[in-house]
């Protein structure tokens, strides 16, 4: 099998295990990887994570012109500018409509600048600072000039009743990594005011020092 036919099959095998969590329903979310002659895979528009098919995924070369496949996702500014600022530390992007990350980013008094609190050191280690960003109009190319701004210094962000999109080196991280930040979202919910304790400074430190965290301000 090729790199590219391991990789649509892979990207169809996890986003099938996405849909079938609950963890994006009907034609949300998608999906994107980079092919080693710096061109993309990814998923289609209006298409279920559930039941993709790897003969049609969109195929972009390497100066982004669409070669092959259906058309793809209307949210491909958002892929984009996670590819264009963060370099060879970016070798997918994964987008959901998980319901615990989109509820928490519609409440009023989280922080935008770290969305999530530090309940847990594996949040911190494949997420680093989650930037909540405003609401857009899906497929806007607005989204992707948002994640421009943060200058690769994020690679996860949660768009505002919208979802969850994180970056990653490599496409298992990506999906690792997600996965963390809804069941962060999740106990965030479940623990709002309950006076839970989450890790302190100190703590938070040393998982920054330890994993390369990006952590900054």
């Known amino acids: ?22 963890l994006t329903c009907g034609a949300s979310g998608n999906i994107s990887a980079r092919l080693a002659d710096g061109g993309l895979l990814v998923t289609p528009t209006g298409s279920s994570m559930g039941r993709l098919d790897p003969a049609r995924l969109s195929r972009f070369d390497a100066a982004g012109r669409l070669v092959a496949g259906d058309a793809p996702t209307k949210e491909m500014p958002l892929h984009s500018a996670f590819y264009e600022t963060r370099g ?27 969305l999530l609190p530090p309940l847990t050191a594996y949040s911190i280690m494949r997420l680093g600072r989650v930037k909540l960003l405003p609401y857009f109009r899906p497929g806007d190319p607005a989204m992707g000039d948002a994640v421009r701004s943060l200058a690769g210094r994020r690679s996860a962000v949660v768009l505002a009743n919208h979802g969850p999109v994180v970056a990653a080196k490599e496409l298992e991280a990506a999906v690792h990594a997600i996965e963390e930040l809804e069941e962060t979202a999740k106990l965030a919910l479940l623990t709002r005011g309950c006076g839970a304790v989450g890790l302190d400074d100190a703590q938070i430190r040393d998982l920054v020092r330890q994993f390369g965290v990006e952590w900054d301000e």
């Open 88 to 114: 060879d530390r970016c070798g997918a992007v994964v987008h959901l409509h998980s319901t615990h990350a989109v509820a928490l980013s519609m409440l009023p008094d989280v922080d935008p600048d770290c």
């Open 1 to 22: 099998m090729t790199e590219e036919a391991a990789l649509r099959e892979e990207i169809c095998l996890l986003a099938r295990s996405l849909f079938e969590r609950g």
